[in-house]
């Protein structure tokens, strides 16, 4: 490149020294071969293998397979071995203190011969722990999309890098490459960020205020996976329930525009937060009525008891909840219902895990992601009174036990269902998994990769805690 430079140097002196149009008819041509060498010297970097591994919610998810397809047109190798590798990304999550530990212990165990970007939330969530304890060549923010070229173009060539400026502010384009997790599943953001302002919650200082996509680019992301035989959709955000709110739109226009699509396939809306689902009720459930979406509702209720809720900032009361899931189960009888807890959140007394306990009782969500609370770093939680640890281990056993055997009678209520599923996954001993209406997962017998993507029908015989079992039936 150096030589480069010199001969470019020598051409300019030979220029100025040239007649006026001979000058002119030079310049120009000069100018494509700068803007040829400009180009070159931009794209031009050091093959690399990589290893990249997302962890967290499918935001995340979605997230590592725009870096790993980014990587790939750029004429990296991704590999699926990280001894194999030559620069490792791990696209974390830090949600949870103990989630966090792992990561930061996973971390560690990096080889110091091994490149590492340290990627997604926990950068932003605890950028000082992760200089205090951890090796690493770069670290960058969430939905880093293209960027990651350059940063790994910079780390190649010996750099350290830092990039987390627009972390909170910039969401990738909806078109670019990527490397999905599992083929069968298209895994789309349709919005970074949220509105809310939970005295428990970090991910908010990694992903921002809600930044909505337009309508039409999703719809484009859509029409473009069907075109490669996807089948299943997944709409995801930090809370899908405000999508739009900044843009003028809402969650049930975006569904509608969706299900308008002329093809056979299936939508999973992501999480939503009661707050946001009140007002929207009815325009959802009219739009959930739609054959192509999932019978499936994802309402974190956190806590049953109203101080904690509003200790918590969540904005919306224990009857919202309930009226919520009512509704919803009134006009789809057979549903799935998912919802998260929070057991011993600060100053939780006795009385107020009791009303959780009973809520749940009452509710019934086929599904319970139980978390003890952890202070997290930046939060209004993080200075309360804890309750003491031995109490929490208490409850959560209590809730756990209840909650295993919630699961148990809703899935065995669907023993003798027919129906169609949608095949999207393999599980233990490589059986196939599909998911009915309802989005329940169903494991029937059968290895024959051939019908991944492809709709069968089944009777289901018997259930377990956490999917049904079927067969194929006529």
């Not at 794209?43 to 990589?50: D, R």
């Not at 895994?187 to 996509?213: D, E, H, M, N, W």
């Not at 804890?386 to 065995?412: A, F, G, Q, W, Y």
Request: glycine share 6%; net charge positive; with cysteine.
């Amino acid at each position: 490149m150096k030589k480069t430079c010199s001969l470019l140097l020598l051409i300019k002196v030979s220029i100025h020294a040239a007649p006026f149009h001979v000058k002119n008819l030079i310049s120009r041509k000069l100018y494509v071969l700068l803007l040829l060498l400009k180009t070159v010297k931009n794209t031009h970097a050091i093959p690399m293998k990589i290893y990249i591994q997302g962890f967290g919610c499918s935001s995340s998810i979605a997230d590592s397979e725009v870096l790993a397809g980014c990587l790939t047109e750029a004429g990296h190798t991704i590999v699926t071995n990280l001894a194999d590798s030559d620069l490792v990304i791990y696209n974390t999550c830090a949600v949870k203190g103990p989630t966090e530990d792992r990561l930061v212990d996973l971390l560690k165990r990096v080889p110091r011969d091994t490149k590492l970007i340290v990627g997604g939330c926990l950068p932003l969530i605890n950028l000082e722990r992760l200089q205090k304890e951890v090796r690493f060549d770069g670290v960058v923010g969430p939905a880093f999309g293209r960027n990651i070229v350059k940063v790994v173009e910079d780390i190649s060539r010996g750099k350290s890098v830092v990039a987390l400026e627009n972390a909170l502010t910039g969401k990738p384009e909806l078109n670019l490459p990527r490397i999905r997790v599992n083929p069968q599943i298209a895994i789309i953001p349709i919005s970074y960020g949220c509105t809310g302002s939970c005295s428990y919650c970090c991910v908010r200082f990694a992903r921002g205020k809600l930044r909505s996509y337009l309508i039409p680019e999703i719809i484009g992301a859509v029409e473009r996976d069907l075109g490669e035989g996807i089948r299943e959709f997944w709409l995801t955000s930090q809370d899908t329930a405000c999508y739009g709110e900044d843009i003028g739109s809402d969650l049930p226009t975006l569904l509608r525009k969706i299900c308008k699509i002329n093809d056979e396939f299936l939508v999973r809306v992501g999480m939503m937060n009661p707050r946001t689902v009140n007002p929207l009720m009815d325009p959802l459930l009219e739009a959930f009525e739609d054959n192509k979406v999932f019978k499936f509702l994802h309402l974190p209720v956190q806590s049953g008891d109203v101080e904690i809720l509003d200790a918590m900032y969540r904005g919306y009361s224990v009857e919202d909840f309930t009226r919520i899931i009512g509704d919803f189960r009134r006009v789809f009888p057979l549903s799935t219902i998912a919802t998260d807890v929070i057991v011993g959140f600060p100053e939780e007394t006795q009385e107020a895990f009791r009303n959780t306990y009973d809520l749940i009782q009452f509710t019934r969500p086929d599904i319970v992601n139980l978390s003890k609370f952890f202070a997290r770093p930046k939060t209004r939680a993080k200075n309360a009174k804890p309750v003491d640890p031995s109490i929490v281990k208490l409850r959560s056993k209590m809730l756990s036990d209840l909650i295993r055997r919630v699961s148990m009678e809703k899935n065995t209520s669907w023993i003798g269902w027919r129906g169609k599923i949608l095949v999207d996954e393999t599980g233990k001993n490589e059986r196939l998994i599909g998911r009915n209406f309802a989005y329940k997962p169903v494991v029937v017998s059968s290895t024959d990769k051939t019908l991944l993507g492809r709709s069968v029908s089944v009777v289901v015989r018997s259930a377990s805690q956490s999917c049904l079992i079927g067969e194929f039936s006529a």
